[in-house]
């Protein structure tokens, strides 16, 4: 009988330690469907930043495009302005030089006008 028991003893152990494997198992499956649910969620996570970082990427080009229309623009602008400044200073000059003359024709007009002055006073002087 003893043997018996024995073999019913080392049965039971044989048997608790397939359900403790058993018990493992599951828990291990678990915790790896767990981790493969985690996975998943993660490869969909990282594909959406994906395309969130692809959406950045284009915007990017497209506001790098915008900068180099923005920047010849500007390029033209300056050298428009350039040509209005030498323009206006090509102006200024030929308005200075005309005021200049004018000065100048005003002054001798002035000067005229002062010597006829001299003279008549003279001349009434004498009668």
Excluded: P
């Excluded at 003893?2 to 003893?9: A, C, D, F, L, W």
């Excluded at 959406?48 to 497209?62: C, F, P, V, Y």
């Amino acid at each position: 009988m003893e043997s018996n028991r024995t073999v019913k003893i080392v049965v039971i152990l044989i048997l608790l330690i397939v359900v403790v494997q058993f018990v493992i198992t599951l828990l291990s499956r678990g915790d790896a469907n767990s981790a493969i649910r985690e996975m998943k969620a993660a490869r969909e996570s990282l594909g959406k930043a994906i395309e969130t970082l692809d959406e950045a990427r284009s915007s990017i080009n497209m506001l790098t495009l915008q900068l180099d229309s923005a920047r010849a623009d500007l390029h033209a602008l300056d050298s428009q302005v350039e040509q209005l400044d030498i323009d206006m200073r090509t102006r200024l000059a030929a308005v200075d030089k005309r005021l200049n003359t004018t000065l100048s024709d005003i002054r001798k007009e002035n000067k005229t006008i002062v010597d006829l002055q001299k003279k008549l006073s003279t001349l009434e002087y004498h009668e």
